[in-house]
């Protein structure tokens, strides 16, 4: 266990509920908050990283940002894991569709998450390791969508550490998009492989459930503002899985 604060994290020990929700952005934890959850408290503001415990159907819940890519999850993961002894955490968040199927504002829960990231080499294992959600979380997580309404897939994400890829002279066919997309991956992210490798390391649970912002298809896309504000069945559906997974 890692002695508490952390270097990340001012919380107090007991500050964090059992499952927290991981947005990237810090605006999007702090909207959570304030719309979702009851009595909610500051806990965390180390570096604009906020998060805050509150209860959601009686339960008590955090929420806190993640920033972007797979060290900043890699970090905050490790510390709620191994300091607070948190037992679940959550990604939701954006990701870009590649599938013509996945449209804007669809849900994506990601049963893996394949990437190009090196994040898995400090680990020291043999071969390639298969970053994997819980299947409980996983389980509730369908469960929830559908009780939501919502129009959900669930499969592959890719994790990448590169937001501006350079395809230019990529010849056409060999382009990494389109080896994903032959490969039946959904969409594309940069959190959610770290999240999975952290949570199997240490023995806990992790989903990343995602609303599609973008299409590399068809070329729409959604505005930061609506990133920040306008995916609320993906945050009912994460915090329904929070309520129930709280009674397991």
């Given at each position: 266990?890692l002695h508490?604060p952390?270097p990340?994290?001012s919380a ?5 509920g059992?499952?927290v929700?991981m947005?990237?952005?810090p ?12 009595n909610?408290?500051?806990?965390n503001n180390v570096?604009?990283?906020?998060g805050?415990t509150g209860?959601?159907k009686?339960?008590?819940v955090?929420v806190?940002a ?7 999850i ?5 510390e709620l894991?191994?300091?607070y002894?948190v ?5 939701v968040g954006?990701a870009?569709s ?5 449209k804007?504002y669809?849900l ?10 090196n994040f898995a080499?400090?680990?020291h294992?043999?071969?390639t390791?298969?970053p ?7 389980r509730?997580?369908?469960k ?5 309404g919502?129009h959900y897939?669930v ?9 501006y890829g ?10 990494s ?5 032959k490969?039946?991956?959904l ?8 999240l999975?490798?952290n949570a ?15 299409s ?7 505005t930061?503002?609506?990133r920040?504000t306008?995916f609320?069945?993906?945050m009912r559906?994460a915090?329904d ?8």
């Amino acid at each position: 266990m890692l002695h508490t604060p952390t270097p990340h994290i001012s919380a107090k020990p007991g500050d964090f509920g059992k499952t927290v929700l991981m947005p990237g952005d810090p605006l999007r934890s702090k909207f959570i908050a304030e719309n979702f959850l009851e009595n909610p408290v500051l806990v965390n503001n180390v570096r604009g990283v906020q998060g805050y415990t509150g209860t959601y159907k009686g339960v008590k819940v955090s929420v806190m940002a993640s920033g972007m890519g797979m060290p900043a999850i890699g970090i905050y993961s490790h510390e709620l894991f191994n300091g607070y002894g948190v037992k679940n955490i959550i990604r939701v968040g954006s990701a870009g569709s590649i599938q013509k199927d996945v449209k804007l504002y669809d849900l994506v829960i990601g049963q893996g998450a394949c990437t190009d990231s090196n994040f898995a080499a400090q680990f020291h294992l043999p071969g390639t390791f298969a970053p994997i959600a819980s299947w409980e979380l996983l389980r509730e997580a369908v469960k929830a969508a559908e009780e939501n309404g919502a129009h959900y897939h669930v499969g592959n994400l890719n994790s990448s550490d590169v937001f501006y890829g350079d395809h230019v002279g990529v010849p056409e066919g060999l382009d990494s998009v389109y080896g994903l997309q032959k490969m039946g991956v959904l969409a594309l992210e940069m959190e959610a492989a770290a999240l999975y490798m952290n949570a199997a390391r240490y023995g806990k649970r992790a989903l990343a459930i995602c609303t599609i912002s973008d299409s590399i298809v068809t070329g729409e896309e959604t505005t930061s503002e609506e990133r920040q504000t306008a995916f609320t069945t993906m945050m009912r559906v994460a915090l329904d899985v929070a309520a129930a997974m709280e009674r397991k």
